[in-house]
C-alpha cells in the first residue's frame, strides 16, 4: 500500500545517506535503519530481500557493540521470524536459541519482556513441529516474565495465557484450557473493553469449551478447535514498527545528516 511503499523509498534514502556519512553517530544509526528496513521488506513478504538486509545489520551491530550484546540479539531474532515465516523451521531456531541465549546474559537481564517474545516465538516454532512438551515449557516461562516484569493483567500476560491455552486445546486438555481463556478474557476486557474485537475473539474460544459439569465426561466435551489461530508475535523486540517509520527517517536526516544536499536527491 502507499504506506509501505513511501517507508521503503524513505528507508532507501536515508541508508543512502547514512552510508555516505562521515560522522561517528551514522552506522549506528545506520545499523538501526537496516534492521528496520528489513522488517519493512519482511512485511511484503519479501524474504529474500530481507535476510540479505538483516545480515548487513547483524554485521555492523557485531562490529559496532560486540556479539553479545542484545541489539544484536534482536537482529538474530528477526531473522528467525524471517525463516519462520518461509517454513524454514530449522534455521529459524537456530537464530531464536542464539537470540535467546544473548538476552539471558546481556545487560538486560533474564526477566526482561523482549526475552519473553523471543521465546515465544520459539515456543510457537516449537508447537508446529510438534514438539508440544518443549512450546510448554517455553510459553509458560514467558508468561512467567511478563508477569513478573509487567504485572499479571499487562495484555501481553494475555498473549501468554492465549498461546498456553491453544496448546492445551490442541492436546485435547479441554479444562486447562478453558482456565486460561477465562483468565485471558478478564485481562482483555479490563484493557481492550467489552466490545473489543480481541474481547470477541476470546469469547468464541470459551464458547467452544465444555460446560464445567461436562469436564469430567470424554463423551460431552467438544473436539478441539483444529483451525485455532495461533497469537503470533510478530513484533521485533526493540526496534520501532515500520508504520511509525516516516517521521523516524525524517529525524535521521535532521540528526546526522542536517543541512546535506544529498538528501533533496531520490534514490
Same mark, same amino acid.
Given at each position: ?6 517507508? +521503503? ?9 547514512? +552510508? ?22 519482511? /512485511?511484503?513478504?519479501? !524474504? ?26 534482536? #537482529?538474530?531474532? @528477526?531473522?528467525?521470524?524471517? !525463516? ?48 508440544? &512438551? +518443549? ?12 508477569? $513478573? ?12 495465557? /492465549? ?17 486460561? !481463556?477465562?483468565? *485471558?478474557? $478478564?485481562?482483555? =476486557? ?8 480481541? #474481547?470477541?475473539?476470546?469469547?468464541? =474460544?470459551?464458547?467452544? *469449551?465444555?460446560?464445567?459439569?461436562? @469436564? ?11 483451525? &485455532?489461530? $495461533? ?7 526493540? /526496534? ?7 517521521? !523516524?527517517? +525524517?529525524? #535521521? ?7 546535506? @544536499?544529498?538528501?533533496?536527491?531520490? #534514490?
Amino acid at each position: 500500500d502507499g504506506k509501505s511503499e513511501n517507508a +521503503e523509498t524513505g528507508f532507501k534514502r536515508a541508508i543512502k545517506i547514512l +552510508e555516505k556519512s562521515p560522522q561517528s553517530q551514522s552506522r549506528a544509526y545506520l545499523a538501526t535503519a537496516l534492521n528496520n528496513f528489513a522488517g519493512l521488506l519482511s /512485511d511484503q513478504g519479501k !524474504y529474500v530481500e530481507a535476510t540479505e538486509i538483516y545480515a548487513r545489520s547483524l554485521q555492523l551491530r557485531k562490529e559496532l557493540l560486540g556479539e553479545g550484546h542484545p541489539d544484536v540479539a534482536t #537482529v538474530l531474532h @528477526d531473522l528467525g521470524q524471517v !525463516y519462520r515465516s518461509q517454513g524454514m523451521c530449522d534455521e529459524a531456531e537456530i537464530k531464536f536459541d542464539a537470540a535467546i541465549a544473548i538476552y539471558e546474559k546481556s545487560s538486560l537481564g533474564p526477566d526482561h519482556p523482549w526475552l519473553a517474545t523471543a521465546l515465544t516465538n520459539l515456543g510457537l516454532l516449537l508447537k508446529a513441529k510438534g514438539m508440544y &512438551t +518443549e512450546a510448554s515449557t517455553h510459553f509458560q516461562r514467558a508468561l512467567e516474565i511478563r508477569t $513478573e516484569s509487567l504485572g499479571e493483567g499487562h495484555p501481553d500476560v494475555a498473549v501468554s495465557l /492465549d498461546n498456553l491455552a491453544q496448546l492445551s486445546e490442541s492436546q485435547g486438555n479441554l479444562t486447562e484450557a478453558k482456565s486460561l !481463556y477465562k483468565n *485471558m478474557l $478478564e485481562i482483555l =476486557k479490563r484493557h481492550r473493553g467489552i466490545d473489543h474485537p480481541d #474481547v470477541a475473539a476470546c469469547r468464541k =474460544k470459551l464458547s467452544k *469449551m465444555p460446560r464445567d459439569e461436562d @469436564d469430567t465426561d470424554p463423551k460431552k466435551r467438544p473436539r478441539p478447535n483444529s483451525s &485455532t489461530t $495461533e497469537s503470533m508475535e510478530t513484533e521485533r523486540p526493540s /526496534d520501532i514498527k515500520w508504520e511509525a517509520m516516516a517521521p !523516524y527517517v +525524517e529525524q #535521521v536526516f535532521r540528526a546526522v545528516i542536517d543541512g546535506n @544536499d544529498e538528501r533533496k536527491k531520490d #534514490v
